[in-house]
């Protein structure tokens, strides 16, 4: 991280939330005006799952500082969808680590669909993951250099 906080630029942070379980916390959050961070972005999905290993990577690459998958747990209603993103995660924090990308950028998490308070919990918690990492540019750039 640089050394002057005014030199940093601002974290942006993904949320992939799944439309039936996640997703409907996520929005219930925004109702009640209950507030998080605004380099949040949302992408609502039927399930995340459908995110092949190399979106994640991608995203790092254009500047997603911090990736949260807010999903639905073993709860899914899609058969065995869980435990096939879960494996695909494990596959993609090995390529992070071959590029030299903090593991600790990538999250899975099971939020359900009136869980206001863990998703503010998880936000928070990647916020503070990004505050102390900074900016995901430095990792990737060294990784070319």
């Known amino acids: 991280m640089a050394s002057n906080p005014a030199d940093t630029p601002p974290t942006r942070m993904l949320v992939i939330a799944t439309l039936l379980c996640s997703y409907p916390g996520i929005d219930a959050t925004g109702q009640a005006h209950m507030e998080y ?9 039927p399930d995340p799952v ?4 190399s979106f994640y990577l991608y995203c790092f690459e254009k500047g997603i500082d911090g990736i949260l998958i807010a999903s639905c747990g073993t709860d899914s209603p899609y058969e065995g969808s869980y435990a096939q993103l ?3 995660i ?6 992070m680590k071959e590029r030299g990308i ?3 950028r990538l999250k899975l998490t099971a939020i359900c669909s009136v869980c206001t308070k863990a998703f503010l919990k998880e936000v928070g918690e ?4 990004l505050a102390e ?13």
């Open 133 to 145: 990492l900074g900016p995901v540019r430095g990792e990737v750039a060294a990784v070319g250099a």
């Open 102 to 104: 903090s593991i600790r």
């Open 126 to 129: 990647m916020e503070a993951v």
């Open 37 to 45: 961070p605004p380099n949040t972005f949302v992408i609502p999905t």
């Open 86 to 88: 879960a494996a695909r």
């Open 50 to 53: 459908m995110f092949p290993e």
């Open 90 to 95: 494990n596959t993609v924090y090995a390529r």
